[in-house]
C-alpha cells in the first residue's frame, strides 16, 4: 500500500457525511414497501393454492374411477377369467328400458351361444329413473346362472377364511362387480338420450390436448396508486397530483398462443399492448402570456398611392391559464398465463393468471413536481421532467373467462381481468412512487387449431 | 416510556433488528447512516445517487439482517453490503468499457504532506471526479482494503484490469492534487 492510499484510507475509512434530514423517513417508507410486497405474495400463494385444489379435485375424480376398476379387476381376477366376459341377457327379444317417463330404448344384446360354458347372468329388468338430477339405476334383478354359480363357488375355495360369513361377503361383492360394469354401459347409452339437464362440469379428460389463438380487446379502467417515500414530499404534494390527474378510458388488445392439456391445464404467451390514457388539468392564476401585436398601417399619399407599414410588438397578457394535456402510458408486454379450464358442454369457464413482462415503455404528458410546477415527462424529451423508468418490470394478471363455444373451431369469451405492478413505475430516485391497478373486461375469440373437443 | 435509539448496546441493536423492530433499526442507521453515506459517496456519480445508495442498501441490510452472524464487526458487514448494494447498480453503466488513455498522464512527485493538508471533503470531490471504473477500483482497493483477486471477482474482471485501473486512477489522482496545489498556491 501506497503512502498515498494509507493517508486516504486513513481521512475517508471513518468519515461521517451530513446526513439529509428525510432520509430515515426513505427507509422506512422503502421498508413498508417490501412489506407490502410480501403481502402481495400471499395473493400467488392464494393463486397457486387454488390451481393445486383444482388439479387435486380432478385427480379426486378420476381416482375414484379408477380405484372402481381395481376393484373390478381384482374381483374378476378372483372370479376367474371365465367371468370376465361380458354379461349377456338370456332373452331372446330385445328388452325395453323402461323409464319414469314411459320412454322406451331397445338396446340389442347378441343372443346367448348354446350350450356355452360362460357365466351368464339373467337380467330381469333394468329400471333406469331419469330424475331431477343425474340418471340412477334404480333397481336391478339379476338371476344367476349355474355358471356363475360355479364361480361363485371357486370364489369360496380360494378364500383363506371359510366360515359363512366370509362367504356372504364374497356374495356380496360378486354381486356390486356385476351392477357397475351393467351401469357403466347402460348409462353412457342412457346418457345420449338424456342428456345431463344441469349441464354439470365434466371434470372429464379430454379426448386431445389442443393448440389455440385468441384476439382480444379489453377496455379498462386504469386506477393510480400514488406513494411518496419522502418526507420532504408530503401529502399536499400527493393530493395535489390527485387533483390534478383523472383517469380516462384505458385500453388494452391482443394476440395469444396457447395450449390446453388433455387435464384441461394449459399455457399461453402473446404480446400485449397496453394504452392507459388519463388527462392532467392544471390551472395557474398568475399565468403571463406574451402576445405579439402586429398593426398595419395603411398611408395614402397626395398622389393617390398608398403605403403599408407594419409595427410589431410583444404585449404580456396576465391571467389564468387553463392547461388540458392528454398523458397517456403505452406499453408493449409479454404475457406468460396459466389456465385452468372448467367445461359445462358448449360452455366453459377459465381461470387465468400469471407474470406480465413488460418489453417497451413509452409516455408523454405533463405532472406536477414537488414544487408545483407543471413539468413535461414525455420519455426521450429533451428537459423533460425524468421520473418515470425505462421499464415496466413484470406485472401480475389475474382473470376469469366465461368462454361459449360457437362451432367446432371457433369459441368467443368475456374475461374480466385485473393487472397489478407491484412495483413502481416510476425511478427510485423520484420523489414518489406510481403504480397501477388496473380493471377491465376482454372481449375476444379463440381458435382451436384441431377443434374444440369440448364442443 | 419510549426506548431513544441513541442509548440501545450494539447487541440490542442487532437482536432489535433481527426481531423486525422499528426502535433498533433507527438506531443501527443513527449510527453506521452517516459512515455509509460517505461511504457511498466514493462509489456514486453524484450526492443523489450515493444518498439512494444508502437508502436502498438499509433496506437491504434490515432484510437480510439474519445473516450477520457476528463473524466480523457489524459496521465493516453494513459497509459490505452497501458496497455490493452500489456495484449492483453502478454495473449498468459499463465502466469496464472505459477507455481513458493514461499516456497523458505521468507520475508526479508528491510530498505525503499534501495529501495529510486535504480535508477529507476535498478528497471524495477529487475521488468523485475520477471516472466511474477508476474510481470503483480505487476505492475498493485502496480505501476498503479489497485484494485485485477479490475486485477482479466482485466486477467480473481481470486482475490485471484491476491492477491497471488502479493504477491510472492513482496517476490521474495525483495530477488533480497537483492542479489543486497549484491553484491554492
Not at chain 1, 317417463?101 to 331397445?106: C, M, T, V
Request: a neutral charge; one cysteine or more.
Amino acid at each position: 500500500m501506497s503512502e498515498m492510499d494509507r493517508i486516504l484510507r486513513k481521512k475517508l475509512f471513518e468519515h461521517e457525511s451530513a446526513m439529509p434530514d428525510d432520509m430515515w423517513s426513505r427507509i422506512e417508507s422503502g421498508l413498508e414497501e417490501k412489506k407490502r410486497d410480501k403481502g402481495f405474495a400471499w395473493l400467488w400463494l392464494i393463486g397457486i393454492l387454488f390451481m393445486a385444489t383444482s388439479v387435486g379435485v380432478w385427480f379426486y375424480a378420476n381416482g375414484l374411477s379408477e380405484g372402481d376398476q381395481e376393484f373390478l379387476q381384482d374381483t374378476e381376477f378372483a372370479l376367474g377369467k371365465e367371468a370376465q366376459e361380458p354379461v349377456q341377457k338370456t332373452q331372446d327379444k330385445p328388452q325395453p328400458y323402461r323409464t319414469n317417463e314411459h320412454q322406451e330404448i331397445n338396446i340389442q344384446t347378441p343372443p346367448p351361444k348354446p350350450n356355452s360354458s360362460k357365466p351368464v347372468a339373467k337380467i330381469d329388468e333394468v329400471v333406469i329413473l331419469n330424475s331431477e338430477s343425474l340418471g340412477e339405476v334404480k333397481k336391478s334383478n339379476i338371476v344367476e346362472t349355474p355358471a356363475v354359480q360355479s364361480s361363485k363357488k371357486r370364489v369360496s375355495q380360494v378364500s383363506t377364511k371359510k366360515d359363512l360369513a366370509q362367504t356372504e361377503i364374497q356374495k356380496d361383492l360378486l354381486m356390486t362387480s356385476q351392477i357397475p360394469r351393467l351401469s357403466l354401459t347402460t348409462i353412457e347409452q342412457a346418457a345420449h338420450v338424456f342428456p345431463d339437464p344441469l349441464k354439470c362440469t365434466t371434470f372429464a379428460r379430454k379426448r386431445t390436448a389442443n393448440i389455440f389463438g385468441e384476439v382480444f380487446y379489453k377496455p379498462s379502467y386504469a386506477h393510480a396508486i400514488l406513494r411518496t417515500n419522502s418526507s420532504e414530499v408530503g401529502q399536499d404534494y400527493l393530493d395535489q397530483r390527485k387533483e390534478t390527474e383523472f383517469s380516462l378510458y384505458s385500453w388494452s388488445a391482443g394476440v395469444n398462443l396457447g395450449w390446453v392439456s388433455a387435464y384441461n391445464i394449459g399455457l399461453k404467451a402473446g404480446l400485449e399492448y397496453e394504452v392507459i390514457n388519463e388527462r392532467f388539468v392544471f390551472e395557474d392564476p398568475d399565468a403571463i402570456r406574451n402576445q405579439t401585436v402586429i398593426t398595419i398601417d395603411t398611408v395614402f399619399n397626395s398622389d393617390g398611392t398608398f403605403q403599408t407599414t407594419s409595427d410589431t410588438s410583444v404585449v404580456q397578457v396576465s391571467g389564468t391559464e387553463v392547461q388540458r394535456i392528454h398523458n397517456y402510458h403505452k406499453s408493449f408486454s409479454i404475457p406468460i398465463i396459466m389456465l385452468y379450464q372448467m367445461n359445462f358442454g358448449d360452455f366453459a369457464i377459465e381461470f387465468s393468471g400469471g407474470p406480465v413482462f413488460n418489453i417497451n415503455y413509452a409516455n408523454r404528458g405533463k405532472i406536477l413536481d414537488p414544487t408545483n410546477q407543471d413539468r413535461w415527462f414525455t420519455k426521450g424529451a429533451s428537459g423533460s421532467y425524468d421520473v418515470f423508468k425505462d421499464r415496466l418490470g413484470i406485472s401480475l394478471s389475474l382473470s376469469v373467462s366465461a368462454m361459449y363455444s360457437v362451432n367446432k373451431h371457433i369459441q368467443v369469451f368475456a374475461r374480466p381481468d385485473f393487472k397489478y405492478n407491484p412495483t413502481s413505475i416510476s425511478r427510485n430516485s423520484s420523489p414518489f412512487t406510481q403504480r397501477y391497478l388496473n380493471s377491465g373486461i376482454a372481449i375476444g375469440m379463440r381458435y382451436y387449431l384441431s377443434g374444440n373437443p369440448n364442443f | 416510556m419510549p426506548l431513544n435509539p441513541i442509548v440501545l448496546t450494539e447487541k440490542e441493536i442487532i437482536d432489535g433488528c433481527k426481531a423486525g423492530k422499528p426502535i433498533a433499526q433507527k438506531a443501527l442507521f443513527l449510527k453506521y447512516g452517516p459512515i455509509m453515506l460517505t461511504v457511498c459517496r466514493r462509489y456514486a456519480r453524484h450526492q443523489m445517487e450515493a444518498e439512494d445508495f444508502v437508502q436502498d442498501g438499509f433496506i437491504r441490510v434490515f432484510k437480510n439482517i439474519d445473516k450477520f452472524k457476528g463473524e466480523s464487526a457489524l459496521g465493516t458487514w453494513i459497509s459490505r453490503v452497501m458496497i455490493n448494494n452500489a456495484l449492483k447498480h453502478l454495473a449498468k453503466s459499463a465502466f469496464k468499457k472505459e477507455a481513458i488513455g493514461i499516456s497523458e498522464h505521468y507520475d508526479k512527485d508528491i510530498d505525503p504532506g499534501t495529501y495529510a493538508k486535504l480535508s477529507a471533503d476535498d478528497i471524495l470531490k477529487l475521488i468523485d471526479e475520477l471516472p466511474a471504473g477508476y474510481k470503483i477500483v480505487f476505492n475498493l482497493y485502496a480505501i476498503e482494503g479489497y485484494s485485485h483477486r477479490e475486485i477482479s471477482e466482485q466486477l467480473g474482471i481481470g486482475e490485471s484490469t484491476s491492477r491497471s485501473q488502479l493504477l491510472k486512477a492513482r496517476r490521474m489522482l495525483q495530477e488533480k492534487f497537483v492542479e489543486l496545489q497549484k491553484i491554492a498556491v
